[in-house]
């Protein structure tokens, strides 16, 4: 069967919130501060859909994963500058892993921002995720240290910056 990259349903939302938010808890992703709060936003999916676009991975009627695509900086852009896209939330089911919906849906993001006329795609993750780091290298995806950040000021915990120029 083939997997099918689309814009997200408003009927979908609460189902990809809890695909999100489960894969992020059984990946131990979330043991950093503020869990609770970021559990929350993980869950709140109609609330990133105003702001950036929801695309799915689906497989005829089960849906295996998500992404937000954010195609601007914008209330939902953690690093974006002006001429780039942004990627968040990237999470594929656990028993949906390793068929290729997490490239795909990476993917599709590129080819929206390259359609978009960005300039660059970029995106955060973290040290653990290294599937996702296997992901975004095999698509161009560079590391760039130096827009390393720290999500919750006064923690140590780092994302680190992943970048593709367009």
Request: glycine share 8%; hydrophobic share 45%; net charge negative.
């Amino acid at each position: 069967m083939d997997i099918v990259i689309r814009a997200a349903h408003p009927t979908e939302y609460e189902t990809l919130g809890e695909i999100t938010a489960q894969a992020y808890l059984q990946d131990g992703l979330l043991a950093f501060g503020e869990s609770d709060w970021y559990l929350g936003e993980l869950r709140d999916v109609a609330k990133r859909a105003a702001a950036a676009d929801i695309l799915v991975a689906a497989e005829q009627d089960r849906l295996l994963g998500s992404v937000t695509f954010v195609p601007a900086p914008g209330p939902m852009a953690d690093l974006a500058r002006p001429g780039e896209a942004e990627i968040r939330m990237l999470a594929v089911s656990r028993a949906s892993r390793g068929r290729g919906a997490g490239e795909a849906l990476v993917r599709a993001c590129v080819d929206r921002a390259r359609s978009a006329g960005c300039a660059g795609v970029v995106l955060s993750t973290q040290p653990t995720m290294q599937a996702a780091h296997r992901i975004y290298e095999r698509l161009g995806f560079v590391r760039v240290p130096e827009r390393d950040w720290k999500p919750i000021p006064g923690d140590d915990f780092t994302l680190l910056t992943y970048e593709l120029t367009l």
